[in-house]
């Protein structure tokens, strides 16, 4: 059904994702998305802002540091100040760190290696915006691709987002369980997703935009958009 939600994706030269990410919107929306480009800072008014996966600036000098510093991430800053909900997937969640918006940093993975597959993810926290469409504790399969997604920070910010339920989501066995063998890039205590101090800010390595259709092979990442549509549009 449609709805009178607007949201709107930034592209970056080297994003790989906005279209995917776009697709799932819009199905969520039922309406357009709006493609911004990065160089353009004037952002319209919308209602929901993505940053999308990829390889902005080819990840030269550092994975999003370049792109953090586009014209258009001063009025992402500035809308999530005013509260506006700002989702990052994987190199989004590079960028926002980059820019500020979320504490930590996103380091090569521990085996080095360029990681593609799916995993499975436990919701630590399905009392925001971005998940309140699932339940606490459950367990659900996303892919990954990435090559820099260990999420690193030192031990009193790790304690104070866990203390502030700012932990989203984590890597788990299919039980639910957190566990070494479970983490594929290193992630510090198995964090794949983490929320800014006001719970508007969404910072997630795995992609739910490439499992939110039965076409791609499963919904799991379904609910977190029409969740987020349903949560604007109310």
């Not at 739910?208 to 799991?220: F, K, M, S, V, Y």
Request: net charge negative; glycine share 12%.
């Amino acid at each position: 059904m449609p709805t009178n939600a607007k949201a709107a994706v930034i592209v970056f030269p080297g994003s790989n994702c906005d279209r995917d990410m776009k697709v799932a919107l819009q199905a969520a929306m039922g309406g357009d998305v709006i493609m911004h480009w990065h160089g353009d800072a004037d952002l319209p008014d919308v209602d929901l802002i993505a940053v999308p996966g990829g390889f902005s600036y080819g990840d030269y000098l550092r994975s999003g540091a370049m792109a953090a510093n586009s014209p258009v991430m001063q009025s992402v800053v500035a809308r999530a100040g005013r509260g506006v909900p700002v989702l990052g997937v994987c190199n989004g969640f590079q960028i926002l760190t980059e820019a500020g918006l979320l504490p930590g940093a996103l380091m090569r993975n521990a085996g080095i290696n360029f990681v593609c597959k799916d995993v499975t993810l436990r919701i630590d926290n399905a009392a925001t915006v971005f998940t309140r469409q699932y339940q606490e504790g459950q367990v659900i399969r996303i892919p990954v691709a990435h090559h820099d997604g260990n999420y690193f920070a030192d031990d009193e910010t790790l304690d104070r987002l866990e203390g502030e339920g700012r932990v989203a989501f984590r890597y788990c066995n299919p039980t639910g369980a957190v566990t070494r063998e479970a983490n594929p890039n290193g992630s510090r205590r198995n964090i794949a997703g983490i929320l800014n101090k006001t719970g508007n800010v969404l910072g997630m390595m795995p992609h739910p935009e490439r499992l939110a259709d039965a076409a791609l092979g499963g919904t799991d990442g379904k609910p977190m958009f029409d969740g987020l549509i349903e949560a604007i549009a109310a």
